[in-house]
């Protein structure tokens, strides 16, 4: 696999949507039995990526959100981390990706930003999951769910504590720039990226095309104001499905793959690099993503 960080803010690049979904239309349903299915059955995750692939991403992202200590204690399966690990990586790898990303997600441990303890302990939760991926083909950590600045730089600091690998760091927004958790919004967070080393600066969101337009240049102007060096990643939230659903709504502006079309053109016109469907997309969104950006440099300046 060749180095991610060659590609910075050269050509367009699109990640794999989460295989959870899919394996919730198999019935694999909740953390703890996806996670089993990957312990036990990592057969079944690999077919779960195999259309992921055809849809043409350039990065595999791994089903590894919840390898921090504590979010395996909660599912009973302490000390499984690194054979998790090894699994998701096996998952991926007779696919021969351009890259593979380690997602982590939040630990879900409380975190008092006024006490050095609970800042410590938090930070090593991070460390300790982004450890798995030691001497592994993986290009990049992934930090991906964050709802609140303080959580994301424990993360940071973290993964940075671990290894040198570039971090892609996202944050979960509301329409008006706030932070999921209401704590803080998506300028606070990308102040939090530039200053604890992340290489790409994300956002999640289930705003509708023009509102997430409106975002990522918001990240893109914040980040040429501090002359700060990043990425942009823009990942856009598919909500539940209805066939009966006639058309884009405000609860679920993507309820088809070609609503990603037009989205994916005027991400990419505001600076965006990374695009990815996240929440209930499938590979048919992953494709028309990658076929509306294919062949395409980023916008830069």
């Known amino acids: 696999m060749a180095d991610i960080a060659l590609r910075f803010f050269k050509d367009m690049l699109v990640l794999s949507s989460p295989v959870d979904a899919a394996l919730r239309r198999q019935g694999i349903n909740g953390a703890r039995e996806q996670m089993l299915t990957l312990l036990l059955e990592p057969e079944t995750i690999e077919e779960a990526y195999r259309l992921e692939v055809v849809a043409g991403p350039q990065c595999l992202v791994l089903p590894t959100a919840l390898l921090t200590p504590a979010r395996l204690a909660e599912l009973g399966m302490n000390g ?27 630990c879900g441990l409380p975190l008092d930003a006024s006490s050095k303890a609970s800042l410590v302990e938090n930070r090593d939760q991070y460390a300790r999951a982004a450890h798995l991926f030691d001497g592994t083909a993986v290009d990049a950590v992934f930090l991906n769910g964050f709802a609140a600045a303080d959580d994301l730089k424990c993360a940071l600091m973290g993964v940075r504590k671990a290894c040198d690998l570039p971090v892609f760091a996202s ?18 967070a990308v102040d939090v990226m530039v200053e ?3 290489a790409v600066a ?9 509102v997430a337009t409106a975002l990522a240049a918001s ?13 942009v990643l823009a990942s856009l939230v598919v909500g539940d499905r209805n066939s009966k659903q006639q058309g884009p709504t405000a609860e679920n502006p993507y309820c088809t793959a070609d609503t990603m079309m037009a989205a994916a053109a005027d991400l990419r016109a505001a600076g965006v690099q990374f695009l990815r469907a996240a929440g209930d997309a ?6 028309v993503l990658a076929a509306t950006v294919a062949g395409q440099d980023v916008v830069v300046g």
């Not at 994300?202 to 023009?210: M, N, S, Y």
């Open 80 to 106: 499984k981390g690194d054979e998790l690990a090894q699994h998701a990586l096996q998952a991926v790898e007779a696919f021969k990706p351009q890259h593979v990303l380690a997602e982590i997600g939040p």
């Open 171 to 188: 944050v979960d927004v509301t329409a008006d720039g706030a932070l999921a958790s209401g704590r803080g919004t998506l300028a606070e």
């Open 196 to 198: 604890f080393g992340a």
């Open 202 to 210: 994300g956002f999640t969101t289930l705003a509708e095309p023009t």
């Open 219 to 231: 990240v893109r102007d914040h980040l040429a104001a501090q002359g700060a060096d990043l990425c």
């Open 282 to 287: 499938t590979p048919a969104y992953t494709g």
